[in-house]
T-cell receptor
Framework: DVKVTQSSRYLVKRTGEKVFLECVQD?????MFWYRQDPGLGLRLIYF???????EKGDIPEGYSVSREKKERFSLILESASTNQTSMYLC?????????FGPGTRLLVL | GQSLEQPSEVTAVEGAIVQINCTYQ??????LSWYQQHDGGAPTFLSY????GLEETGRFSSFLSRSDSYGYLLLQELQMKDSASYFC????????????FGKGTRLSVIA
């Protein structure tokens, strides 16, 4: 079974803090993605990566950065967390048409 | 740009059949996918259509008409556990182009 894991299920941070969200997949997938999910807005792509050290901006990259130093790991970084970044963050990986999602991290920024 | 339209909510009775429609506007088209997400859970892959026609997987079927930029997910013999959100997604390019997701349809199955 494909497994995508995320470092935390729930996270509470203060405005201005630097936040790291980690994602690891165990299926040697080339492609990895970070989405945020908000009620009524569906899944919005923040960043994606199709190879180690490669990254591409998605639809809403502002306020975020990413790091992919190893094939299995894709990190999302909030340089200075703001309250409007309170959301559910979902990581996914794929090597074909199917995307496999992690369980999500629900981030609350106070 | 790209856009996908699907109903925000659908309610159906246990044992019945329900169809969730999805229309899309993309610059290119390389397939329509459907994902299911239960409350508190992660989206999981249900089906993928690259060509016109109906694909059946157990109680779930997915249909695509490329000429109409339209597809649907058909759920038969509805069960309470089918209550979830359903997302259509399209890929508008080859290779590493990511999926674009619709906003999701909340399906409520009632007794």
């Amino acid at each position: 079974d494909v497994k995508v894991t995320q470092s935390s299920r729930y996270l509470v941070k203060r405005t201005g803090e630097k936040v790291f969200l980690e994602c690891v997949q165990d299926m040697d997938h080339e492609n990895m993605f970070w989405y945020r999910q908000d009620p009524g807005l569906g899944l919005r792509l923040i960043y994606f990566s199709y190879d180690v050290k490669m990254k591409e901006k998605g639809d809403i990259p502002e306020g975020y950065s990413v790091s992919r130093e190893k094939k299995e790991r894709f990190s999302l970084i909030l340089e200075s967390a703001s309250t409007n970044q309170t959301s559910m963050y979902l990581c996914a990986s794929s090597s074909s048409e199917t995307q496999y999602f992690g369980p999500g991290t629900r981030l609350l920024v106070l | 740009g790209q856009s996908l339209e699907q109903p925000s909510e659908v309610t159906a009775v246990e044992g019945a059949i329900v169809q969730i429609n999805c229309t899309y506007q993309t610059s290119g088209f390389y397939g329509l996918s459907w994902y299911q997400q239960h409350d508190g859970g992660a989206p999981t892959f249900l089906s993928y259509n690259a060509l016109d026609g109906l694909e059946e997987t157990g109680r779930f079927s997915s249909f695509l008409s490329r000429s109409d930029s339209y597809g649907y997910l058909l759920l038969q013999e509805l069960q309470m556990k089918d209550s979830a959100s359903y997302f259509c997604a399209v890929r508008d390019g080859t290779g590493n182009t990511p999926l674009v997701f619709g906003k999701g349809t909340r399906l409520s199955v009632i007794a």
